[in-house]
Each structure stands twice: as structure tokens, then as C-alpha cells.
């Protein structure tokens, strides 16, 4: 199971996979960000309404990078491509033309250090939502 950060219930094998991606000084509130981790993935990171999500940055209708889209204040990422809309803390698809989920990755903070860890389970076709609030 995927957690907020800090919660006992990330195992003791996830620990290691988690790496710093960013400060808080580069994700404003209402903005997003792409970063790559050394696994190759590339991610966007979401800070809105107080909390940070991290999700894959490639669409899962024709892959165009979602750092590049809108972040909506209905909680919604939109592809700037085609114009699917994900939620920010699940992946799940929320407007077509995308019809699969982006996946969603365990984040965590450390001072003003942001940490991304492996990618969340997904359980009956969702992702389960990973946030921490930024204090
Ligand atoms: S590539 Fe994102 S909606 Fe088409």
C-alpha cells in the first residue's frame, strides 16, 4: 500500500528507493514540475492546495509531457496536447481522450527537500494516492 509520508506502512525495501527531486523553493504553490529520477522515470510533481503529488509526467493517451499542462483548481492536471484530464493525488483519468490512469509515485519531505519513491500500487484499476503536506 502507497502512503502519505511518514506512515509506518511504507516496507523497509522502499526506504532505499526513495530520492530527493526538488526543493520546495522550486515548486510553487498552483505549479508543476518535471523532474527525471536515476530509475529513468520521468515525473511531475504537483503542489497544490498544500500538498505535493508526484505523478508520471507522460500521458497515457499519446505521451506528451504532463509538466507542460494546466494544473486546474478542480484538482486536475490537463495534457496540454489533446486536453485529458488526470486527478492530481490518484492518476485517475478524469476527461477523455486518455482512458488509463497515470501512475502515481510514494512522496515524501525532508526539511525543504522533496523525495519521490517507487511507483504506488494500483488496486481494483486505481492508483492509491500519495501526498505530503507541505507545514
Ligand atoms: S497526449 Fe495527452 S491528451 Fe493526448
Not at 516496507?11 to 530520492?19: G, K, L
Not at 484530464?85 to 477523455?96: A, H, L
Amino acid at each position: 500500500m502507497c502512503a502519505a509520508s511518514g506512515l509506518p506502512y511504507i516496507r523497509a525495501d522502499q526506504e532505499s528507493a526513495f530520492e530527493a527531486v526538488a526543493s520546495l523553493q522550486e515548486l510553487a504553490e498552483g505549479a508543476v514540475l518535471q523532474r527525471v529520477r536515476s530509475t529513468g522515470d520521468a515525473i511531475c510533481l504537483v503542489r497544490q492546495n498544500g500538498e505535493i503529488s508526484a505523478l508520471s509526467d507522460i500521458c497515457t493517451h499519446q505521451h506528451f509531457s504532463m509538466s507542460q499542462g494546466d494544473l486546474l483548481e478542480n484538482g486536475t492536471l490537463q495534457c496540454a496536447w489533446h486536453g485529458a484530464r488526470y486527478d492530481c493525488r490518484t492518476g485517475e483519468v478524469k476527461q477523455d481522450p486518455a482512458t488509463s490512469p497515470l501512475p502515481v509515485f510514494m512522496v515524501r519531505l525532508e526539511g525543504d527537500t522533496i523525495l519521490v519513491g517507487p511507483r504506488c500500487e494500483r488496486i481494483d484499476g486505481k492508483y492509491v494516492a500519495s501526498t505530503v503536506r507541505v507545514k
